[in-house]
């Protein structure tokens, strides 16, 4: 895994933000357009999976498994020779998270402590190299914003997921609306797994799945 932060007084860093974006370029074909999803949260996905030049957005309140979802969308992307990036605002994705995920950590970096105020633009600069850009939205996202970035993952044939409140159109929405753990027992054991319930709505009826993670 590649953890990088981007600091307007490092330049340093941002060169090597552009270097790691500069290999992660796609590996498979243009004609490729759909990466598949496996289990039932690919099953509810239009056509099974994730289309290139898209976005789909991902929320959920917090513990309802909202970053379970956005990891298992990462780890089918690297799972196929992609690379897969996670604009990190709160600092506290680890490779642990991610590895447990299904996420090849040879192909997925982290980016952090991005400035605020230019999130647009780092967005739209990891979507020149890299196939899947998952990033939290900004309560300050404009809608003329979020057309240039579907814009962008269009012209690259990269996949955006974002974080939280989209305010644009979106080939699938996903909604997290509950997680529960197994394995504790009545008060003894480890947990094992969580069930996290996922409400899918791309543009039809919403159809509603359960993803096992952990």
């Not at 976005?55 to 498994?65: D, K």
């Not at 633009?121 to 003329?144: I, M, Q, S």
Request: net charge positive; glycine share 12%.
């Amino acid at each position: 895994m590649v953890a990088l932060e981007v600091l307007e007084e490092k330049p340093d860093q941002q060169r090597r933000l552009a270097e790691v974006a500069g290999r992660a370029r796609p590996v498979v074909e243009a004609a490729q357009r759909l990466i598949t999803v496996p289990g039932p949260l690919g099953e509810a996905l239009p056509g099974g999976g994730l289309r290139r030049g898209s976005v789909v957005t991902v929320a959920g309140a917090p513990g309802a498994g909202a970053t379970s979802i956005m990891l298992t969308l990462a780890a089918a992307v690297t799972e196929v020779g992609e690379w897969a990036v996670v604009v990190d605002a709160g600092g506290t994705l680890g490779g642990r998270a991610a590895a447990e995920a299904g996420i090849v950590l040879e192909r997925f970096a982290v980016v952090r402590r991005a400035p605020p105020d230019r999130w647009a633009t780092v967005v739209a600069a990891l979507l020149d190299g890299f196939t899947f850009v998952a990033a939290e939205v900004p309560p300050y996202c404009r809608a003329t914003h979020a057309r240039r970035l579907i814009a962008r993952a269009r012209e690259r044939g990269a996949i955006v997921a974002a974080l939280g409140g989209w305010p644009a159109e979106a080939a699938a929405r996903l909604q997290a609306t509950g997680s529960q753990w197994s394995g504790l027992g009545r008060g003894n054991g480890l947990l094992e797994r969580a069930d996290v319930q996922v409400q899918v709505d791309a543009r039809g009826a919403p159809v509603n799945t359960i993803l096992r993670a952990g």
